[in-house]
């Protein structure tokens, strides 16, 4: 693993094992989409972080949270980015994610 990677959940690595040229396909796809444009490492993962909030997706937010972490963002920017998704996702997932950040960034 190199830096700011965490060990997958069981979940995720039962799925890699699986099938694993679709997992590739996924990760390629997912970092060239990635590198198309000019916004940074932090500023992807800000952007996660807030569509893992509005989706309700915990270990998205979490696994986001990190590495957002890992590219220079502050808790306050983080929170920034759940709270930017309240207005299209509404209150109860933005409390959600609030917990999960709390937590997480402690």
């Known amino acids: 693993m190199t830096k700011g990677q965490k060990e997958q959940p069981r979940l995720v690595r039962d799925f890699q094992q699986r099938f694993p ?6 990760v390629q796809l997912r970092e060239a989409c990635d590198h198309e444009g000019p916004l940074s490492p932090r500023e992807l993962e800000l952007i996660k972080v807030g569509i893992s909030a509005a989706q309700r997706r915990e270990g998205g937010l979490i696994a986001h949270i990190d590495r957002a972490r890992d590219a220079g963002a502050s808790p306050e920017q983080i929170y920034q980015a759940i709270l930017a998704a309240t207005g299209l996702t509404g209150f ?13 960034l402690r």
């Open 92 to 104: 109860p997932n933005t409390l959600a994610a609030f917990g999960i950040a709390r937590d997480r």
């Open 21 to 26: 040229q679709v997992w590739e396909a996924y």
